[in-house]
């Protein structure tokens, strides 16, 4: 005998968290949707299964291309030596505040 066995599991938006949150990587458009994602376990192309997922992704209403977005990473700041107050970039040679190098 012989068996075929076709089955996957798949990731699909599961509820919309805030629309109109990034453009969309694939066709540039602006009407995205930040959406809560769930795992499916399909077995010969029927979803069998489903558990919630533990991140979140971006959903275009266009194109319906689902995408992680990229991880947020904050401003780079320097704090100066002498006044020990913030500055913000990495553009300044001296500190904005007291004028010491940095």
């Given at each position: 005998m012989f068996f075929f066995f076709v089955g996957?599991?798949?990731?699909?938006?599961?509820?919309?968290?805030?629309?109109?949150?990034t453009r969309c990587i694939r066709c540039g458009?602006?009407?995205?949707?930040?959406?809560?994602?769930e795992k499916v376990l399909k077995?010969?192309?029927i979803p069998v299964w489903?558990?919630?997922?533990n991140n979140t992704a971006v959903r275009c209403r266009d194109c319906s291309?689902?995408?992680?977005?990229?991880?947020?990473?904050?401003p780079p700041f320097l704090r100066c030596n002498s006044c020990n107050r913030m500055v913000d970039g990495p553009d300044?040679?001296?500190c904005p505040f007291c004028g010491s190098p940095i």
């Open positions: 996957g599991l798949e990731e699909r938006a599961a509820r919309t968290i805030k629309t109109d949150f458009s602006s009407s995205t949707d930040l959406v809560e994602t077995l010969f192309f489903n558990w919630p997922g291309f689902l995408f992680h977005p990229p991880p947020f990473s904050p300044y040679i001296f």
